[in-house]
């Protein structure tokens, strides 16, 4: 009997497992992929933590809860961490203000940007309400490993929604809408910010892709309502559209608050896969993310190289 060809693959608890080349990728390849091929893993990987966070009763509460949380994350490794939207206050209209603070001055910035310094990380700060003189915004800020405002992304399009007797929300009577794209750079990963309901504009994820972003974050709190519809299938197309990882990082679900999130945060590949999910409760996931894997589904498939820009065109304004 001819002997079994084997190949290496490192799960994203760092442990190895052997996988036959005889044996076709898609049998081996389910919609959770708990690994990525081992060759070149140490040049060309990042490893992520998604800390999907539970509110607690006061803001000073968030940020102890967010930094016991951040620090696990990095002694697992994690050199980029992200937070979920509205991780320091309620997420309702009629709190913003209220808990509203300027970046990078405010307390939140402060706490996150020391920890950053401290762990030598990038923090991705979930967002919290941003006060600008007279306007609030929904905000993600991000801190480098010196502790540094890396950059800042101000929600763009407000999460507008009336389905009755499931889910009314009206963010614009609270908030401005912010209008600029943001990105920055961890090692040789160029990452793009957007905001839950902004996964709903295809074209925004688009604008980022031919930024040359190869992951985009989306902090996010959707309701249980579009949460089964919707979050799997928007966190997957954006991936699939654009050849690239996406993060969607909620809050933990917490039934007793006036506006309950989804949880359930994920991180899909740039296959449009969900590499690992989590469900309800608190809970941090962690993985190795792979830019090879970007530039092998673009070459695979060269889908932006073959966009017909003589018939449409997709331009960013800003
Ligand atoms: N919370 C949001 O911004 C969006 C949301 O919940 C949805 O699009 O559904």
């Known amino acids: 009997m001819a002997a079994t060809r084997l190949r290496p693959y490192i799960k994203s608890d760092g442990n190895a497992m052997w996988v036959s080349l005889r044996t076709p990728w898609f049998t081996v390849v389910s919609d959770i992929v708990p690994w990525c091929p081992l060759v070149n893993v140490k040049m060309s990987t990042l490893r992520v933590a998604l800390l999907q966070l539970k509110g607690q009763p006061t803001k000073q509460e968030c940020i102890s809860n967010a930094s016991a949380q951040i620090r696990l994350a990095k002694d697992k490794g994690a050199r980029l961490i992200i ?34 310094a401290e762990l030598g ?52 009577a609270a908030l401005t809408a912010g209008d600029e794209l943001a990105t920055f750079t961890v090692g040789k990963f160029k990452i793009g910010l957007g905001i839950c309901y902004d996964k ?56 007793t608050t006036e506006y309950v999130a989804y949880g359930y945060s994920l991180l899909c590949d740039p296959w449009g896969r969900v590499v690992c999910r989590a469900r309800e409760a608190q809970e941090m996931i962690i993985t190795d993310i792979d830019l090879q894997l970007c ?22 304004k800003k």
């Open 200 to 255: 709903r504009f295809p074209e925004l994820t688009a604008c980022y892709r031919q930024l040359g972003c190869d992951m985009m974050i989306f902090p996010s709190a959707f309701d249980p309502y579009t949460g089964p519809l919707h979050w799997d299938l928007l966190g997957r197309s954006r991936a699939l559209d654009n050849q690239m990882f996406v993060a969607l990082v909620s809050p933990a679900r917490d039934p």
């Open 83 to 116: 937070l979920p939207e509205c991780f320091n206050s309620p997420y309702s209209t009629a709190e913003f203000a209220r808990h509203a603070e300027e970046i990078p001055a405010g307390v939140t910035s402060k706490a996150l940007g020391k920890l950053a």
């Open 295 to 316: 530039e092998e589904v673009k070459r695979q498939i060269p889908v932006l190289r073959q966009k017909r820009g003589d018939v449409y065109e997709l331009v960013a």
């Open 121 to 172: 990380v990038y923090l991705v700060g979930g967002t919290y309400p941003e006060r600008d003189g007279t306007k609030l915004y929904n905000t993600c800020p991000v801190f480098g490993p010196k502790g540094e405002l890396l950059c800042r992304y101000r929600k763009m399009h407000l999460f507008d929604m009336d389905i009755p007797g499931q889910c009314t929300f009206q963010e614009s």
